[in-house]
């Protein structure tokens, strides 16, 4: 299974991002998914998660109610939709994903290679 982020960049404090992971590869289910998050020189730390059926979500303190998750299970494709951007959101945010492989009817885990947000003050 591969995960791709996508949708970070650069903007100003205040404003919005939305960042997209797309799942692929061999048959899969996926599971839960989060999305975690590393500033230089700082330990990666949980951002959000969700269930499988997105009915579930969990979220930091520094997010809650400025960022919200979701995924769409028909496009393998999950979401993080940020507003209200502070600097110190400044980081390479990686997608995780748990997903169960029917090949080995076995649960794995996987990341995605990371998207940098850089919010400007």
């Known amino acids: 299974v591969q995960l791709v982020e996508s949708g970070g960049g650069l903007v100003q404090a205040g404003g919005s991002l939305r960042l997209s992971c797309a799942a692929s590869?061999?048959?899969?289910?996926?599971?839960?998914m989060g999305w975690y998050r590393q500033a230089p020189g700082k330990q990666r730390e949980l951002v959000a998660t969700?269930?499988?059926?997105?009915?579930?979500?969990n979220y930091a303190d520094s997010v809650k109610g400025r960022f919200t998750i979701s995924r769409d299970n028909a496009k393998n494709t999950m979401y993080l939709q940020m507003n209200s951007l502070k600097p110190e959101d400044t980081a390479v945010y990686y997608c995780?994903?748990?997903?169960?492989?029917?090949?080995?009817?076995?649960?794995?885990?996987?990341w995605g290679q990371g998207t940098q947000v850089t919010v400007a003050s």
């Open positions: 995780n994903a748990v997903a169960f492989i029917i090949a080995t009817m076995a649960d794995y885990e996987y």
């Open positions: 590869g061999s048959t899969f289910s996926i599971n839960a």
């Open positions: 969700i269930t499988s059926g997105g009915g579930s979500t």
